[in-house]
């Protein structure tokens, strides 16, 4: 492909034993701007995908779980591996960061740390490593529905 296309390129190859590789393959030109060697590499990335079908199977499980506390969630976006939620105040639906801080607080107490990002500070931003894997991403999860819960309970306790 790079002789081809005399640049450039990278894809996805799959091995015989069912591994996912990306590989790069960069062109070395000489004087006459003619190709005298490929540089190339790869990276085995069969669990990363793995895990970004599983993540994608999970957008059901946001989406139930936004519903349970809608009060406090704006928005749920993601790209790949990374997941933003927005925390907004629950009756008038504007940025939230003091909340976002202390949901963070309460998902710090059950062993889960996750950053603090957005305009107004409100929104929980997941970036998990890339050697994650499902049981962890289910635990992560798991505890950021515990101190989400916490909090609803929490500021429903204050408007009462």
Do not use: W
């Not at 450039?8 to 091995?15: A, G, I, L, N, R």
């Not at 004087?31 to 490929?38: G, L, T």
């Amino acid at each position: 492909m790079v002789l081809k296309n005399n640049e450039k390129t990278t894809f996805v190859q799959t091995t015989r034993n069912g591994k996912k590789l990306l590989v790069t393959g960069i062109p070395v030109f000489d004087a006459n701007k003619e190709i005298f060697r490929i540089v190339s590499y790869s990276h085995d990335v069969t669990e990363l995908l793995e895990m970004e079908k599983y993540l994608i199977q999970m957008k059901g499980e946001k989406e139930r779980v936004k519903k349970k506390i809608e009060p406090v969630i704006g928005s749920i976006r993601s790209v790949g591996l990374m997941i933003g939620i927005e925390i907004v105040h629950s009756d008038s639906k504007e940025p939230n960061g003091e909340g976002l801080v202390r949901i963070l607080d309460l998902a710090l107490e059950k062993g889960v740390l996750f950053y603090l990002c957005g305009n107004f500070g409100e929104v929980i931003r997941m970036i998990p490593p890339l050697t994650v894997n499902q049981e962890q991403i289910d635990e992560g999860l798991q505890m950021l529905d515990e101190a989400l819960y916490a909090y609803e309970r929490e500021i429903h306790i204050f408007i009462n």
